[in-house]
């Protein structure tokens, strides 16, 4: 008898856990979940925060771990810096990414299909979600008032997987990009600071 209360002990605590970690996400309706980033986003113009990124780089099966800062301004612009050792620049434009890794003065130009580019997205953020967008599909989940979407595009490109994590104010807690390489990448967020008044110049590779 004892032994038998034990392992229920055991169980509950273990499901305690696992609500804690996350675990017990409750599934919701991937409408209710755009509609939430949408009205989280609709009173955000730019926001600027500091990154921790863990690199998966599935080619040289190794792990990497990276600080630097990002920058957003809708609709359609984005920028990275990671600090050293794994010093870069990397900026997004709508649908075209530029990256800059500091050597050799080289860089890289990236064109993702129309449909994945960030002007796409954001206009379709643009007025109340009725409709589920065409050629992505979508799981949403609300776990201690924490959003999570996961999209993942039907088409041919770049990104094979998108995962996002937000508030309810449109904070974001964490990004998951997972490319049709095998390579992922973890960004978890903190110290935002929104509506700063960014501009263009907040995003070139030069600054």
């Not at 009173?43 to 990124?53: H, L, N, P, V, Y």
């Not at 609709?75 to 649908?95: A, C, G, H, T, W």
């Amino acid at each position: 008898m004892i032994r038998r209360l034990m392992q229920m002990l055991v169980c509950h605590v273990l499901i305690a856990l696992g609500c804690i970690s996350g675990a017990c996400a409750n599934p919701i309706p991937p409408l209710e979940g755009l509609e939430a980033l949408r009205k989280g986003f609709s009173s955000i113009s730019d926001f600027t925060a500091d990154i921790t990124q863990e690199k998966r780089l599935s080619l040289m099966k190794r792990n990497m771990t990276m600080s630097g800062m990002v920058r957003f301004k809708k609709p359609d612009k984005f920028f990275m810096l990671v600090n050293p050792p794994y010093s870069s620049r990397m900026v997004l434009i709508d649908s075209v990414i530029e990256l800059d890794t500091g050597t050799e003065g080289r860089r890289n130009r990236i064109a993702l299909p129309p449909e994945q580019g960030l002007g796409h997205w954001f206009s379709k953020l643009a007025s109340p979600m009725t409709t589920l967008p065409e050629g992505v599909t979508i799981q949403a989940d609300l776990s201690n008032s924490l959003y999570t979407l996961t999209m993942t595009p039907q088409g041919k490109g770049q990104v094979k997987e998108l995962t996002i994590s937000f508030l309810v104010d449109g904070t974001i807690r964490r990004l998951i990009i997972l490319e049709r390489n095998g390579d992922k990448a973890t960004m978890s967020f903190k110290n935002l600071r929104r509506n700063t008044g960014l501009t263009e110049r907040d995003f070139m590779l030069g600054n």
